[in-house]
């Protein structure tokens, strides 16, 4: 099992160097320790390149890889290219890692730095069952 996750490890990293930056990649060395952390391993089955696929489209897609207007920016075909995959492969796994882990847009276990500091629940807040954008409070008092 070491062996496969420090492979696993190693194909995040290659990636995340060439493409993206040290936030994707502590992201996705910390979702493969969690992975790696399961009862029964998922990644002892199957490629894994289709794992490593699978990891960093989940990531992205929960902290707007894909979108040209953020940077990094990175496309499905380049991700399934580098790890020579099928992009319905590639995307099955990352839903299938999404569903494991519940992820979603603004995780805050998964979110990059810059998906956290742009998260717009961050100026929301609760009065009595009510949301309410923080800076209303203000300008009543």
Same mark, same amino acid.
């Given at each position: 099992?070491?062996?496969?996750?420090?492979?696993?490890? #190693?194909?995040?990293? +290659?990636?995340?160097? #060439?493409?993206?930056? /040290?936030?994707?990649? !502590?992201?996705?060395?910390?979702?493969v320790e969690?992975?790696? &952390?399961? &009862?029964?391993?998922?990644?002892?089955?199957?490629?894994?390149?289709?794992?490593?696929? +699978?990891?960093?489209?989940?990531? +992205?897609?929960?902290?707007?890889?894909?979108?040209?207007?953020?940077e990094?920016?990175?496309?499905?075909?380049?991700?399934?290219?580098?790890?020579?995959?099928?992009?319905?492969?590639?995307? #099955?796994k990352?839903k299938?890692? &999404?569903?494991?882990?519940?992820? +979603?847009?603004?995780?805050? /276990?998964?979110a990059?730095? &810059?998906? !956290? #500091?742009?998260?717009?629940?961050?100026?929301?807040?609760?009065?009595?069952?009510?949301?309410?954008?923080?800076?209303?409070?203000?300008?009543?008092?």
């Amino acid at each position: 099992m070491l062996e496969k996750k420090e492979k696993l490890l #190693q194909l995040v990293k +290659g990636f995340c160097e #060439q493409y993206l930056d /040290e936030d994707y990649e !502590q992201l996705s060395c910390k979702m493969v320790e969690k992975l790696g &952390r399961k &009862r029964t391993v998922p990644f002892m089955t199957g490629k894994l390149e289709v794992w490593a696929a +699978g990891i960093i489209h989940a990531i +992205g897609t929960v902290n707007f890889l894909f979108d040209k207007s953020f940077e990094p920016h990175v496309s499905v075909h380049d991700i399934c290219g580098y790890f020579g995959t099928a992009q319905s492969t590639t995307s #099955q796994k990352s839903k299938s890692i &999404r569903d494991m882990f519940k992820m +979603g847009y603004f995780n805050d /276990e998964f979110a990059t730095k &810059r998906s !956290q #500091q742009n998260n717009p629940f961050n100026n929301l807040v609760s009065i009595n069952g009510f949301i309410v954008p923080a800076n209303f409070l203000k300008n009543k008092e």
